[in-house]
């Protein structure tokens, strides 16, 4: 298929007449103010050099969004109908004339054809190159950039330019206008407490209707371990029938490596149903697992000691993605982050064999992340949910605000040069194509007051919101509020608990928090679900937004709606969690038992 393709498309090629007129002028495409953290320092050395990364408009974009939703609707009849790979590429690939024209553009600045790499659809484009030519290709400037606050330093321009006849054939270049900081979701008010665990049981039990049994080991509340957590979730006793069929991966990035030996050390001291269980790493972009008990990253001890305990034996699959290629500015030698999202995007989209369910505990603040690239980051989320995967993130451990632990000295204030206040939303969490993943703490379950939630500034409600979030807004007091709402995509979706999570860290067992631990744990639900679902001759969930938000206008829900806590930040009280869906908590945490009735209903 693909050699047929490709022969097509040249054919097509030859017969159209594109060509570049023989003189332009270059206009901007993109501007932006740099957030604050970042400085100046000097020019960017000329010979530094970047992966220039070329995103093509995708004309029928709309279309895929048609079949994301046609499939993932419970009540739509292709419900379950995913695409294939190929499918989504036809539905993603650019015009012909815009391929040719930006392939002409770059040979005649001296990249001919073998020094591209382009993506399967062709709707990305990769060229290494100086950052002298860069500059000449996009009339501009760049800088060395330092983050003060981090030590951090990249090599951007505030503002770049295309000639003019390429403004409808290239929609983003980047690097070039994007400063985020990519960070792990796990909160930083405090971190590892080594030897914090409450010794398991005195047989003492709290009362929970909805958990397995309609009871909960009392240690639960104040030591979460994956036994709490299937009991929470009315799990226990479930086990997986299609290991192997069904499978779970979640992300690694920013050098956090997952450790083996404490992974086997979390099993014999917490899980021991899953004592056999392991996992599989796959490499992308130079990234590495070292197995050196200090190299081991908590973030990644965390996502897969949950992930893949919880599910066992369902396959894990961690990715590791290097995204700081070697960068020697000058003799500081600072880290140049790149975008790990998208090299992350490019090997899975590019894989014909995907886990069905994945979860990412790493985010930006959404303003930091330009909006061409968020725009077109949250598509590619798009493609994987119409072939079929369950994509969820974290909503971030800031609250509404910008995760500076001191209230006084939150920034909560816009970065497009207007410096209007306002909330900090994150992303990809505030990606529609998303699950995005909120906190709850303590047996009984409450909001946990870090848990990210509130609405985009970037991207619309979609429809599937609207009942749910009318409402929400409906019911809140008229000026509340300093801080001005935006009416668009809200998050959270879900939540998960994400307080006091037992791991093993360097050889030690302790305590973590953050919507890093509700991420890989609500994943690991769905990744069951599917295997129910799998093992009953069914499709797999998908992009399960549509089918959440649906059951929740039945009498039994499937999740245990949280409607206490709130979530502070920007100097407010933030959101209050309420009877359903909420910006804290969204629709609450998952009862496994009861959502499995309904998914193999569905
Ligand atoms: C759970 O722990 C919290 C905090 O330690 C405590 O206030 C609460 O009473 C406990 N709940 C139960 C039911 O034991
Ligand atoms: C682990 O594997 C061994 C050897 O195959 C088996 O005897 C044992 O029952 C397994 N343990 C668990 C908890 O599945
Ligand atoms: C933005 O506004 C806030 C409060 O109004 C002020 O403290 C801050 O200095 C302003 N920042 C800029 C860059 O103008
Ligand atoms: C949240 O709940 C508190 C206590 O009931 C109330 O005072 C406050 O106005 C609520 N906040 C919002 C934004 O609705
Ligand atoms: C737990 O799940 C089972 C199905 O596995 C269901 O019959 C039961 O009602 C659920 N319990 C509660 C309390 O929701």
């Known amino acids: 298929m693909p050699s047929l393709r490709s ?27 740099p957030p604050r953290g970042w400085n100046a320092l000097r020019p960017a050395p000329p010979a ?39 499918d ?21 600045h001296g990249l001919l054809s073998d020094a591209l790499s382009r993506s399967p659809a062709g709707d990305w484009v990769t060229v290494r190159v100086p950052v002298s030519l860069a500059e000449t290709m996009l009339d501009t400037t760049y800088h060395v950039w330092a983050h003060t606050a981090s030590g ?31 960070t792990p979701m796990r909160t930083t008010y405090r971190s590892f407490r080594a030897n914090t665990a409450i ?84 490499y992308i972009n130079g990234g590495l697992n070292n197995q050196t008990p200090a190299d081991a990253g908590i973030e990644a001890n965390l996502d897969t000691q949950y992930a893949f305990s919880l599910t066992y034996p369902t396959p894990g699959t961690f990715y590791t993605t290097g995204g700081s290629p070697p960068f020697i500015p ?70 509404v605000g910008d995760g500076d632990p001191d209230p006084a000295t939150q920034e909560c204030y816009s970065n497009d040069g207007r410096n209007v206040t306002m909330f900090i939303p994150g992303f990809p969490a505030s990606c529609p194509y998303v699950t995005a993943v909120g906190a709850t703490s303590g047996v009984p379950e409450i909001a946990a007051w870090f848990s990210g939630g509130g609405f985009s500034n970037y991207f619309a409600r979609p429809s599937y919101q609207d009942t749910a979030v009318t409402k929400y807004l409906g019911e809140l007091a008229p000026g509340t509020y300093a801080v001005p709402l935006t009416i668009q995509q809200a998050y959270p979706d879900v939540s998960a608990e994400g307080v006091d999570f037992t791991i093993v860290w360097d050889a030690e067992t302790g305590l973590v ?65 309420t009877i359903g869906w909420d910006p804290v908590t969204g629709w609450g945490t998952p009862n496994f038992g009861v959502l499995k009735e309904l998914v193999l209903g569905a």
């Open 330 to 399: 000058d003799d500081l030698e600072p880290t140049d982050s790149n975008e790990p999202y998208m090299q992350w995007l490019e090997y899975v989209l590019s894989a014909e064999d995907l886990p069905q369910s994945i979860s990412t505990s790493y985010e930006d603040d959404e303003q930091t992340v330009p909006y061409s690239y968020a725009t077109r980051v949250c598509a590619e989320f798009a493609q994987l949910g119409a072939r079929g995967i369950s994509i969820m993130f974290g909503s971030g451990d800031a609250g």
């Open 88 to 108: 989504v590429e036809a539905l993603v690939a650019p015009r012909p004339e815009s391929v040719q024209l930006v392939e002409e553009w770059l040979a005649s």
């Open 199 to 282: 010794p398991q049981s005195d047989g003492a039990r709290i009362a929970v209707p909805s958990a397995s049994g309609g009871q909960v080991a009392a240690s639960c509340n104040g030591t979460i371990t994956p036994e709490c957590l299937l009991e929470l979730y009315n799990a226990t006793g479930y086990t997986p029938q299609v290991p192997g069929e069904n499978k779970i991966a979640v992300t690694g990035y920013l050098e956090q490596y997952a450790n083996y030996a404490d992974y086997y050390q979390f099993l014999g001291e917490e899980v021991s149903y899953a004592a056999n269980s392991t996992f599989s790493v796959v």
């Open 513 to 577: 928090d953050g919507t890093s631990c509700s991420t890989p744990t609500f994943t690991a639900f769905v990744s069951l679900l599917n295997d129910a679902r799998i093992a009953s001759g069914k499709f797999p969930l998908g992009f399960l937004n549509p089918l959440i938000y649906s059951l929740n206008a039945q009498t039994t829900t499937g999740f245990n709606d949280i409607t206490v806590g709130n979530n502070p930040g920007c100097g407010t009280e933030g959101f209050n969690a």
């Open 48 to 86: 530094h050099t970047m992966e220039l990364r070329i995103g093509l408009p995708q004309p029928k974009f709309a279309e895929l969004e048609e079949h994301l939703y046609a499939v993932s609707d419970p009540s739509s009849e292709r419900y379950g109908e995913h695409l294939s790979k190929e």
């Open 152 to 182: 951090d330093s990249l090599v951007r321009t505030t503002s770049y330019s295309l000639p003019e006849y390429l403004h409808d054939h290239i929609e983003v270049v980047q690097p070039t206008t994007m400063f985020s900081r990519f």
């Open 7 to 33: 022969a097509l498309l040249w054919a097509v090629l030859g017969a159209l007449a594109a060509a570049a007129p023989a003189e332009y002028t270059h206009r901007v495409k993109e501007t932006v103010h």
